[in-house]
């Protein structure tokens, strides 16, 4: 069964950081494209930074670049985000998502239940 499990999420103040992860299960998670997504109360998922399979190219979004990194330790079959400088607008349900065909994708073919990630003072 392919299972996504994340992890790590918290409350924090502005200006600290989190480390999420996203362990993977019941594939080989080395051949999918991992990507990091979140969804704010009221607003649309939005894509925030993703891992490619072949190229192992990381991606960001314009609005977390510089602050946020992503990697991936295949020996562990796991992904993580590294998070820092965290603002309050970085408030979201933090999601993995797996796609199978290597690539970068918005819409991975599995997801992760997700974690609660809370920026306030």
């Known amino acids: 069964q392919l299972q996504l499990v994340e992890s790590g999420g918290g409350l924090v103040q502005p200006g600290g950081s989190l480390r999420l992860s996203c362990a993977a299960s019941g594939f080989i998670s080395d051949y999918y494209a991992i990507g990091w997504f979140r969804q704010a109360p009221g607003k649309e998922r939005e894509g925030v930074s993703c891992?490619?399979?072949?190229?192992?190219?990381?991606y960001y979004a314009s609005s977390v670049k510089g602050r946020f990194t992503i990697s991936r330790d295949n020996a562990k079959s796991s992904v993580y985000l590294q998070m820092n400088s965290l603002k309050p607008e970085d408030t979201a349900i933090y999601y993995c998502?797996?796609?199978?065909?290597?690539?970068?994708?918005?819409?991975?073919?599995?997801w992760g239940q997700g974690t609660q990630v809370t920026v306030s003072a």
């Open positions: 998502g797996a796609d199978s065909h290597g690539t970068c994708t918005k819409e991975p073919d599995y």
């Open positions: 891992i490619g399979a072949r190229d192992g190219g990381a």
